[in-house]
T-cell receptor, first 112, second 115 residues
Framework: DAGVIQSPRHEVTEMGQEVTLRCKPI?????LFWYRQTMMRGLELLIY????????DSGMPEDRFSAKMPNASFSTLKIQPSEPRDSAVYFC??????????FGQGTRLTVV | AQSVAQPEDQVNVAEGNPLTVKCTYS??????LFWYVQYPNRGLQFLLK??????LVKGSYGFEAEFNKSQTSFHLKKPSALVSDSALYFC?????????????FGTGTLLAVQP
């Protein structure tokens, strides 16, 4: 398996624009997590899914953030409108049941 | 509430010496515990886990960790550090049987191994 695949790897956008981050989990994994990493806040859990259903979105910072998982092979994290303080590295991870999670390479988002 | 703490922002050790990176946790159910390593501009890589059984677990690159239920700790150890071990290390916990099954991480500890 190719592992967790995230796209794009880098994204630079202007404030106010919509940003969509994409994730393909490892085939067969039933949990999917979205994290945000910054120097100030460390690694924050934004939302996680189990069998494509959102279970806990308490980490989503604002209504500007939304996440979907339309099927077992794909998830998106959308920010609309984006702001400079959203600049961070966003990671997607997947796991099989309650075992260890495997991470993608991340998307480095810069909002100017 | 579920939480995990890494009390040290940075650990410095000389090459060849033993290293310890500390982690404590709090859960309402049973803990599944994990250690990850992150190299610059990379994603997190899984090192080892404790789910049940022997309190001493061994993982990749010669790392091991000891689960201590009474102290709610899961410290990462290595008998002899290498310069190439220098990286950011994260402890993580899942609360099995608790309110949620989310995977949360500590703030990370930067390990610096001097030649």
């Amino acid at each position: 398996d190719a592992g967790v695949i995230q796209s794009p790897r880098h994204e630079v956008t202007e404030m106010g624009q919509e940003v969509t981050l994409r994730c393909k989990p490892i085939s067969g994994h039933d949990y999917l997590f979205w994290y945000r990493q910054t120097m100030m806040r460390g690694l924050e859990l934004l939302i996680y899914f189990n069998n494509n259903v959102p279970i806990d979105d308490s980490g989503m910072p604002e209504d500007r953030f939304s996440a979907k998982m339309p099927n077992a092979s794909f998830s998106t994290l959308k920010i609309q409108p984006s702001e400079p303080r959203d600049s961070a590295v966003y990671f997607c991870a997947s796991s099989l049941s309650q075992n260890e999670a495997f991470f993608g390479q991340g998307t480095r988002l810069t909002v100017v | 509430a579920q939480s995990v703490a890494q009390p040290e922002d940075q650990v410095n050790v000389a090459e060849g010496n033993p290293l310890t990176v500390k982690c404590t946790y709090s859960v309402s159910g049973n803990p599944y515990l994990f250690w990850y390593v992150q190299y610059p501009n990379r994603g997190l890589q899984f090192l080892l886990k404790y789910i049940t059984g022997d309190n001493l677990v061994k993982g990749s690159y010669g790392f091991e960790a000891e689960f201590n239920k009474s102290q709610t700790s899961f410290h990462l150890k290595k008998p002899s550090a290498l310069v190439s071990d220098s990286a950011l290390y994260f402890c993580a916990v899942r609360d099995i049987g608790g309110a949620t099954n989310k995977l949360i991480f500590g703030t990370g500890t930067l390990l610096a191994v001097q030649p």
